[in-house]
């Protein structure tokens, strides 16, 4: 229809029946039917300036998304939870390989699935890792020890301190499951890069293959292929207007950095720049992280103050233990000292919320999201101090 525009899919968008239970299948396979669909999705920039490396990033939903602040220890020994464990109908996968580790580095992360499943994040080495949707995403075949999309991401905070490193480590360990995802990534020396999963193929874009430092809900190359039609990018449109069907958030991002008064605050502008990027009003929680302090700012659709926290400020030691902080808390200013040491009813609760406010449609409702809202809850229960 003429005027309409492109629309993305949330994040819990299905993508494969797989190994799947029947019954499992059936809930699958009617909620890849019948999601619900937005105008506008997730995205995320890099803005370097002389005096800050800041990575800006809205989640953008369907629903409203309850959600935490988390505070995640390092010295905690894990192990991966894989999607076969989290569909499997009794119980964790024996035959899935195991891939065991004691975080390195503490990190402060945004998380809706539950503790130990982030959205996004900054560890205390400042490298920044989080999701966006990609629909048409094929994770590899690979016999290597596989994550559920989430819990990859925290891994990676919790492992590596640059891109390089998580980029290596891309080789030993790789995402699945139901959610559609790429990923940015960014540390503190400026550099970044963007990893996607296409045909069943690891495709990164970094360096001289990343020229603009921005990822919203198309693969990276369309979006090259698309910005170079807009002037002041190699074409002859204009950059500024929103045309029907068609999504401007990547060269709106990349216009906005490209001119950033240097009177603005650096954090001021990201804030400007994700405000313009949330196209209809979908954007739950917009991020601020500041990767060379680390500092991560963030406000949201129930709290609009900015609230920040200093990672240099925090306690990461194992025996302080994760702490949790509600996102959506009417607050303002540094809320460092505002964490509550997180239980296993708080850590809980976090699951509950998120997957109560998500729909999957009857089947999925009543088969699948049993299934997530227990494995989930149970995760963060077996990991503990290493000796």
């Known amino acids: 229809m003429e005027g309409e525009t492109r629309k993305a899919a949330p994040h819990w968008r299905w993508i494969t029946l797989a190994g799947a239970s029947f019954a ?44 935490a602040l988390v505070v995640n220890p390092r010295g905690v020994a894990k192990h991966n939870v894989s999607w076969d464990d989290v569909k499997a109908v009794l119980g964790p996968s024996r035959s ?34 989080g999701e966006m949707t990609l629909l048409g995403t094929k994770y590899p075949d690979a016999k290597v020890p596989r994550f559920y999309t989430s819990q990859w991401t925290q891994y990676l905070l919790d492992t590596c301190a640059t891109v390089e490193d998580a980029l290596a480590s891309v080789a030993t360990a790789l995402p699945d499951g ?88 650096a954090v001021d502008h990201a804030f ?16 601020v992280c500041d990767l060379a302090a680390p500092r991560l700012y963030v406000r ?3 709290a609009g103050s900015v609230r920040w926290v200093d990672l240099a400020g925090l306690d990461f030691s194992c025996a302080a233990g994760a702490r949790l902080l509600d996102i959506h808390a009417d607050l303002a200013g540094d809320v460092s000292g505002r964490f509550a040491r997180a239980t296993d009813v708080s850590s809980a609760e976090i699951v509950r919320a998120f997957w109560s406010a998500a729909d999957l449609g009857f089947a999925g409702n009543a088969m699948l999201k049993p299934k997530l809202i227990a494995r989930l809850t149970e995760a963060p229960r077996a990991f503990s101090c290493a000796p």
């Open 24 to 67: 499992v299948a059936a809930a699958l396979s009617i909620v890849a039917l019948h999601p619900t669909r937005l105008a506008g999705s997730c995205s995320t920039f890099l803005m370097r300036t002389e005096a800050a490396t800041l990575v800006g990033h809205n989640l953008d939903e369907g629903f409203e998304v309850p959600g």
């Open 96 to 129: 899935e390989p195991r891939l065991r580790w004691v975080s390195k580095y503490g990190s402060l992360t945004t998380n809706g699935m539950g503790r130990e499943f982030p959205d996004g994040g900054v560890n205390e080495a400042g490298l920044y890792v």
């Open 178 to 265: 139901h959610c559609q995802w790429h990923w940015f990534i960014a540390d503190r020396s400026g550099r970044a890069a963007v990893v996607e999963f296409l045909r069943g193929k690891t495709v990164v874009h970094t360096g001289t293959t990343l020229p603009y430092p921005i990822a919203a809900n198309d693969g990276y190359q369309a979006e090259l292929d698309d910005i170079r039609k807009y002037r002041g990018f190699g074409g002859e449109r204009d950059p500024e207007p929103r045309y029907p069907r068609e999504d401007p958030r990547f060269r709106w991002a990349a216009l906005m950095l490209a001119n950033r008064d240097p009177a603005t605050p």
């Open 272 to 287: 400007a720049i994700l405000e313009r990027l949330d196209l209809v009003g979908s954007t739950r929680w917009s991020v």
């Open 300 to 302: 949201t659709n129930r």
